[in-house]
């Protein structure tokens, strides 16, 4: 259930500091100034993440655009479907959905680089955490040929770190969803490598 009003207008403005990211929320609905700590404390990683998507140069204005939209959103930020950053990742994988084209154009650029030629490119950060050795560009053709929703899941545990549970949260969906959603990307993914175990260094949990 959504968070009442009555509970941001206990915290009258200029008292004690936010106690969490939840409380620094509420309170902004009053104390908009206070929305600065979430965007300082989560705005690095949420660009990181969305530069391993869509690359550096669409990172800056995607970021932001998350921020804004988390700002005019905060009101519907419920704390019982899950913590902040969650709700901000999901934010902006939503942002990124607005790009989807561009995303498949990014991937299959990278799919015609040569790895040599781009020792710390995108597709190496992306390999890195969505697999164990190096596969260069056909890790990049992989990732464009999965359905938006499995390539989703795949990239916010693979680049975010995010558990199943914070995935279900960012994405709305169900936890057995996310898992049946990654097992499907994983096996997609491993299959378009030549069948080799090397998928993602985040061990699958039961969740």
Do not use: C
């Amino acid at each position: 259930m959504r968070q009442s009003h009555a509970s941001a207008e206990a915290a009258e403005p200029g008292s004690d500091p936010p106690a969490d990211d939840a409380e620094t929320i509420a309170r902004s609905w009053h104390e908009p100034e206070l929305f600065a700590g979430i965007f300082h404390r989560y705005f690095a990683e949420i660009h990181r993440y969305v530069a391993r998507r869509l690359g550096a140069d669409a990172a800056d204005d995607i970021a932001a655009e998350t921020f804004l939209a988390a700002f005019r959103r905060r009101d519907r930020f419920d704390p019982e479907k899950g913590a902040v950053r969650a709700w901000l990742y999901g934010i902006a994988t939503n942002q990124v959905g607005l790009h989807r084209r561009a995303e498949r154009r990014h991937y299959r650029a990278l799919a015609r680089t040569p790895v040599d030629g781009v020792a710390d490119g995108h597709e190496d950060r992306v390999a890195a955490r969505v697999s164990a050795g190096e596969v260069g560009g056909e890790l990049a053709r992989a990732l464009a040929r999965l359905s938006s929703g499995d390539r989703d899941v795949l990239l916010l545990v693979a680049l975010a770190d995010l558990s199943y549970d914070e995935v279900a949260a960012a994405l709305d969906l169900k936890t057995g969803t996310v898992a049946s959603r990654l097992h499907r990307a994983r096996k997609k993914v491993r299959e378009a490598l030549g069948g080799a175990d090397r998928m993602l260094t985040t061990e699958e949990s039961t969740a």
